[in-house]
Nanobody, 115 residues
Framework: QVQLVESGGGLVQPGGSLRLSCAASGFTFRSFGVNWYRQAPGKEREWVASISGGGFTNSADSVKGRFTVSRDNAENTVHLQMNSLKPEDTAVYYC?????????WGQGTQVTVSS
């Protein structure tokens, strides 16, 4: 059974850091691109960052220079390092994989940036 599980969310003060993880089970991550999305209350889900199977990364302008995505193929995990967090980064963060035309989402992890 294919499953994605996010972890690492929490409450952090503005300017702080968090590291999110997306662990895959039921398939091998390394061949697939992985995307991070987020959804704030009352807003549509938006793309945050991605990493290809070959390790190429990209990120939205709103997080560029602050968020970094990486993958640990040995652990079948993708990470999202978030630095210099702002209140507007508050959202539920999801990882997403398209595997053979099928979309897989994790359950999400809450990130709250507040003083």
């Amino acid at each position: 059974q294919v499953q994605l599980v996010e972890s690492g969310g929490g409450l952090v003060q503005p300017g702080g850091s968090l590291r999110l993880s997306c662990a895959a089970s039921g398939f091998t991550f390394r061949s697939f691109g992985v995307n991070w999305y987020r959804q704030a209350p009352g807003k549509e889900r938006e793309w945050v960052a991605s990493i290809s199977g070959g390790g190429f990364t990209n990120s939205a302008d709103s997080v560029k220079g602050r968020f970094t995505v990486s993958r640990d193929n040995a652990e079948n995990t993708v990470h999202l390092q978030m630095n210099s967090l702002k209140p507007e980064d508050t959202a539920v963060y999801y990882c997403y994989v398209n595997r053979g035309g099928l979309a897989y989402w994790g359950q999400g992890t809450q990130v709250t940036v507040s003083s």
